[in-house]
């Protein structure tokens, strides 16, 4: 089984909010995009929660327009191995740097994590941080389909006054 690898973080010295998922999957890593799968939530989930419809914009300008609204983009895994693209799969996971990043973000004001796996991971990584808010979300995969779109953005509304 071949290693997958997380993307490079897609922040700025301005990012307020990082959101940061497990680790991108199948469909994300053959486009080399961030939520690529066409039935993951993410882009009009958070587009919701920071006022522009970033799901019409093509990905390049997704990027930006994350960055213009402070919000920063990684994951909570480097490398892992992974047959498929579910959380459930993962096997001998690296974890990434998160100290690292946030020690180069001075303007970061919260961490929020895209689903249970994240939210592990993540908290772990990040105990005992003082001043930093972490957000546990419902996760934006197509797999999670038990909650509706209505119930997911109530949870990511949370994001939208922290980039405000």
């Not at 690898?5 to 909010?17: E, G, I, K, Q, S």
């Not at 994300?28 to 958070?46: E, I, T």
């Not at 909570?76 to 690296?94: M, Q, T, Y």
Request: proline share 5%.
């Amino acid at each position: 089984m071949s290693v997958k690898r997380a993307f490079d973080p897609v922040v700025d010295a301005h990012t307020r909010l990082l959101i940061l998922g497990s680790l991108p999957g199948d469909a994300s890593l053959a486009a080399g995009q961030y939520y690529a799968h066409p039935r993951n939530a993410f882009w009009r989930l958070v587009g919701e929660a920071v006022g522009r419809d970033l799901a019409a914009l093509p990905y390049p300008d997704r990027l930006e327009a994350l960055k213009a609204a402070r919000v920063g983009l990684w994951d909570v895994i480097a490398g892992a191995e992974r047959r498929g693209s579910l959380d459930a799969d993962i096997r001998k996971a690296e974890a990434a740097d998160l100290r690292q990043l946030i020690d180069g973000l001075p303007d970061l004001r919260a961490v929020a994590f895209n689903g249970a796996t994240a939210a592990r991971i993540g908290r772990k990584s990040l105990a005992g941080i003082e001043g930093l808010r972490l957000i546990d979300l419902p996760s934006s995969s197509p797999a999670h389909a038990a909650r509706s779109h209505a119930d997911k953005a109530a949870a990511w509304a949370v994001l939208g006054p922290l980039v405000r």
